[in-house]
């Protein structure tokens, strides 16, 4: 029986000079049995699991060898030398000239050698011509001196050359150097790993080796479910509302009527964010069945007559278009229906409500834009509730996201007066961008509700898909919800951790 890979490896290693110098290289050792390296390298570690039968370092070393386009050159001489060399003495048309043996790649490195010249003035178009009697060829000769091992005695100038040339390549080799260990041996014997009934019952288990239980060595780890980046970030969020004492309010109803999710917010029927290219409508069921009768009438007469200090919009309001159902465009809708339910109550209360949930708009789709995403939204309704408190609150909230420098900058919102856009500084664009929208309810919203006139209600939104992007460094949000998801990364992402 021929011995084994490891066998003859103890058998070489045996012949080996003793002392502390003493032993193999693996390449060294491969080489000498004829052998592929790698075989070698899985001999060792066989041996290494044995015990102290060897020893065995690690080491790394770099070479420089030929690329397949070296040896190509290394055969039939570079591209600026062939070209030269198949350029007739009168010279050829430029074009035929680049259809000659290395035309394409070397015509550009022998003119710039000033091997060739081109006559752009002659008849028929410009014509090369040879500009020097003979060339050397200084590409090939290098080449042939690190086929002879000796690339080190190349100048550094013109190994950097040949590697930029893709001629060249620097190969890291990784190699051990083997030495006896304290229990070697020629002979092979491996231990075993497992105690059979056979071995009890015939007592042989008494003169055999056994591989020693290592209690130490961590087992599988159990298959389980991983949290989606997004449910990171939106656990993390929903902390930070609770810390804050706000409530969290039901946003299970996805499809909601266009009285909720614009009406009741004193957003106008012909408001461009009611077209079909922004909103989708539903088919079917395609109205509402029933909405709160007298609620609904001071809704009309705000928008079409007006009322509560307010001229109100001056347009003939239609039932028929705030029982048309949608996908819900922002879970403001919720907050809404929140607000209509406090002030059904006998006595007001102050309270902080807050929502993280699934809104539909019909946009189309990049690498910043999806038809679905996630709103997070804050709102305070209270007493005497002022701009400051606003920005207070929004600073103590995006503190605690561990976001610091904030600006705020006027803007425009159906049913908010004022509103603010807020800005943060990001250090990695190094500019200020867009991180939420934030305003006081109008009284136009809150009053045919039946809220007293001293309540003010503040509010803010933000997406949770941008946090998450930027926390992760995900830049485009289809690798981040869809169907081009990596699920490795899903299983890869860290726990979220917001510094506050």
Not at 146 to 163: F, I
Not at 415 to 432: A, I, R
Request: proline share 6%; glycine share 8%.
């Amino acid at each position: 029986m021929a011995p084994s890979v490891a066998e003859l490896l103890l058998q070489r290693l045996e012949r080996a000079a003793a002392g502390p110098g003493g032993g193999l290289c693996s390449l060294e050792a491969a080489a000498a049995l004829g052998l592929d390296h790698q075989t070698l390298v899985g001999a060792v570690k066989s041996l290494q699991a044995l015990g102290e039968v060897i020893e065995a370092e690690a080491r790394a070393a770099t070479r420089w060898e030929l690329s397949p386009e070296g040896a190509e050159v290394l055969r039939d001489g570079s591209p600026e030398v062939r070209l030269f060399r198949s350029l007739p003495a009168e010279g050829l048309p430029q074009g035929e000239a680049m259809k000659l043996p290395g035309g394409s790649v070397g015509f550009s490195k022998a003119m710039a050698n000033k091997w060739l010249r081109l006559e752009k003035g002659a008849p028929g178009g410009p014509r090369v011509l040879r500009a020097v009697a003979e060339v050397q060829d200084a590409v090939q000769q290098s080449l042939q001196r690190v086929q002879r091992g000796e690339a080190e005695s190349l100048p550094e100038r013109d190994r950097a050359e040949l590697k930029r040339r893709k001629l060249l390549l620097e190969v890291t080799l990784k190699s051990y150097w083997i030495r006896k260990g304290s229990a070697f041996s020629t002979a092979v014997a491996r231990p075993e790993t497992e105690l059979t009934p056979e071995m009890i019952a015939t007592g042989s288990w008494r003169q055999l080796p056994f591989k020693p239980y290592n209690f130490s060595a961590l087992g599988l780890p159990p298959a389980c479910g991983h949290l989606h980046p997004l449910l990171k970030v939106r656990s993390q969020l929903r902390q930070i509302f609770l810390e804050m004492g706000f409530t969290e309010m039901p946003t299970d109803n996805f499809v909601e009527s266009s009285f909720w999710n614009f009406d009741a917010l004193f957003q106008p029927q012909q408001h461009p964010a009611r077209d079909q290219h922004d909103t989708f409508f539903l088919q079917d069921p395609a109205e509402a069945p029933e909405l709160p009768a007298g609620y609904t009438a001071k809704v009309k007469k705000v928008h079409s007559q007006g009322g509560y200090g307010s001229q109100g919009y001056k347009y003939e309001w239609r039932l028929e278009e705030a029982r048309r159902n949608l996908l819900r465009t922002h879970t403001t809708s919720a907050s809404a229906r929140m607000l209509y339910q406090l002030a059904r109550q006998e006595k007001f209360s102050p309270v902080k409500y807050f929502s993280i949930d699934r809104v539909f708009r019909n946009e189309s789709l990049d690498a910043t834009h999806l038809a679905e995403f996630h709103q997070v939204e804050g709102v305070v309704a209270d007493r005497g509730l002022t701009l400051g408190h606003l920005m207070g609150t929004l600073r103590q909230f995006f503190t605690k996201l561990g976001i610091t420098q904030l600006r705020f900058k006027p803007a425009y919102n159906p049913y908010t007066e004022p509103s603010m856009e807020v800005f943060s500084y990001h250090e990695g664009l190094k500019k200020w961008v867009e991180v939420g929208n934030s305003g006081i309810f109008r009284p136009e919203l809150l009053l045919p509700m039946g809220l007293p006139e001293n309540i003010s209600v503040i509010a803010w939104g933000l997406s949770l898909e941008r946090p998450t992007m930027i926390k992760y460094g995900i830049n485009n949000i289809r690798e981040l919800v869809g169907h081009r998801v990596n699920l490795q990364m899903v299983y890869d992402s860290p726990l979220c951790r917001l510094d506050a």
